[in-house]
């Protein structure tokens, strides 16, 4: 693998961070963002860059509960896919993770080996106890939504398979 650097998002990386989801967006891999979003979530995001300072590849952490965080808008460039970039990105996302108090990890994706890879397995229910479930049920983030597999989100999570990994 090439020298890459994982670090923080800023708001500079934005427009990079876009360019790199676009085309999963419209191949319904990733649901789309407005960039007003993107730049409201930065401090979620960590990008990778190559030796030459651009950004090939960017990944969130979304708090969701106390103990209970999702990895989301993972992309990785065309180019450096199968290079390890994504797996050292998801890295520093768990770090970040365990930093902030995080036990849990969910995503929601179509890239089932890469992430079994990492730890995650698939589950089938919504793994949180009845009143933390009540609590998520009020957030307005379709993340959440898709974690509670709520029909008003179904046309978004179609084949995508809900995972989730121990910390």
């Not at 990008?47 to 952490?61: H, K």
């Amino acid at each position: 693998m090439e020298a890459i650097k994982v670090r923080a998002a800023r708001t500079g990386d934005i427009r990079a961070i876009a360019d790199l989801c676009g085309p999963l967006i419209q191949s319904r891999v990733l649901l789309g963002k407005e960039r007003v979003e993107l730049y409201e979530s930065v401090q979620e995001f960590f990008v990778a860059e190559d030796s030459s300072g651009q950004v090939i590849a960017c990944g969130a952490l979304h708090v969701m509960w106390e103990d209970l965080g999702e990895v989301r808008t993972v992309a990785v460039d065309q180019a450096h896919q199968g290079t390890g970039v994504g797996k050292a990105l998801i890295q520093k996302l768990f770090e970040r993770a365990k930093s902030l108090g995080l036990k849990r990890i969910f995503c929601l994706t179509f890239e089932v080996e890469f992430f079994s890879k990492l730890g995650f397995e698939p589950i089938a229910d919504t793994p949180v106890e009845p009143e933390v479930y009540a609590e998520l049920i009020r957030s307005h983030d379709d993340g959440i939504a898709e974690f509670l597999d709520l029909a008003r989100v179904k046309q978004n999570t179609l084949g995508n398979t809900r995972m989730l990994k121990l910390l």
